[in-house]
Nanobody
Framework: QVQLVESGGGLVQAGGSLRLSCAAN????????MGWYRQAPGKQRELVAI?????LINYVDSVKGRFTISRDKNTVTLQMNSLKPEDTAVYYC??????????????WGQGTQVTVSS
């Protein structure tokens, strides 16, 4: 089995910074991609940032220049600067991960709340 364990998040004023981390644990043979999604109340879940095993990184336009995704082994980090109230959402870690048994699946973290006050 594979688990994604998130940390970070919380309450911050507009213009502030937060860092989210997500560690992938378990019988992992490969990580094809890891990323962060978010879901605000009444809205669909959207991709925020993703990093692929080859190093390619994509961001949603609304966070470009403010958020930075990075990965070190089995941990992915999202550094969020210049936060805006519209960044308020539950943030979910996501991983496309291969297992020792040869299987491959998409895994999700439990979600962490980010609230930006104006």
């Amino acid at each position: 089995q594979v688990q994604l364990v998130e940390s970070g998040g919380g309450l911050v004023q507009a213009g502030g910074s937060l860092r989210l981390s997500c560690a992938a644990n378990g019988r992992i043979s490969s990580i094809n991609s890891m990323g962060w999604y978010r879901q605000a109340p009444g809205k669909q879940r959207e991709l925020v940032a993703i990093i692929f095993s080859g190093g390619l990184i994509n961001y949603v336009d609304s966070v470009k220049g403010r958020f930075t995704i990075s990965r070190d082994k089995n941990t992915v980090t999202l550094q969020m600067n210049s936060l805006k109230p519209e960044d308020t959402a539950v943030y979910y870690c996501n991983g496309d991960i291969g297992r020792w048994d040869g299987g491959r699946a998409t895994y999700w973290g439990q979600g962490t709340q980010v609230t930006v006050s104006s």
